[in-house]
DNA sequence: AGCGTCACCCGGACGC
DNA sequence: TGCGTCCGGGTGACGC
């Protein structure tokens, strides 16, 4: 489940080049290889072929868990989902079996989306908004102020964690970085986004700030997904560390589902009544 | 309208 | 070995 950090880490490495491998800006997509249709969402594959190939990348960055690729005409957007990663490797070298969807580039070279599980999805749009135009602030944005968390907040009555969880809400967060940005602010994940009083939202927003800015120095997590690099999993708070002490207070971490979601907290540094 | 819940898409991991 | 179950991001259906 590469999120924000995971993503920003992949988009920072294909922009820049990494181990030997080129950066992606300036090279030019030859042709596609397309090994299950089910990865793009849209155009229609012969559309997508057709509009994809002589195209040449101009940068890559990233919008929420996307990784966005703008063209020199159009824009391809790219979803990782649970167990996506893009890798760029030699044209002559051996695809995974999981590489679905292979870029051919210039130079020799394959941008290749591996993905086991097969819920990623790429996007080739003209407007990038009329796939990111959903998405609520990026978090890390000097415009994301405790203000405007608060007032969005404010704006709802619903459960906090499922509502961090809510791309339209905030863009970037998935279930490792919701726990752990809950866990530095010290709130319960069953608190109605309505309660809180102004000063914690502002410590949601400082949590949520360094949980995700902890990740980002750690080049993101490496679970259940192939991810080289990262090492956050292990700097895990509370996520997936059921049972185990809390590293504040040595509390056992508890598990509860939310919204469908294995949630993990401490019951004593995150009350469920105002603290 | 806003909210919560659930099913769904997948396959790896794991327990029995 | 071979089942069954769990997990999860995002979307959409449904009911309140």
Known sequence: MPELPEVETIARGLRTGESGRPALPGMMVEKVSIR??????EPSIPVFTRRVRGRVIRDVSRRGKFVVIPLDRETLLIHLRMSGDLQVAPTAAAPDRYAHTVFHLSEGWDLRFSDARKFGRVYLAQDPQSVLGTLGPEPLDPDFTPAVLSLRLRNHRRTLKPLLLDQ???AGLGNIYADEALHRACLHPLRRSDSLRREEAERLWQGIREALQTGLQHNGASIDWVFRGGDFQNHFRVYQRTGEP???CGSSIARIVLGQRGT???PSCQ????S
Not at 271 to 274: F, G, K, Q, R, S
Request: aromatic share 16%; glycine share 6%.
């Open 246 to 248: 809390c590293p504040i």
């Open 36 to 41: 299950w249709p089910g990865h793009i969402a």
């Open 271 to 274: 009350p469920e009544v105002e």
């Open 264 to 266: 993990h907290f401490c």
């Open 168 to 170: 339209t809400f905030i």
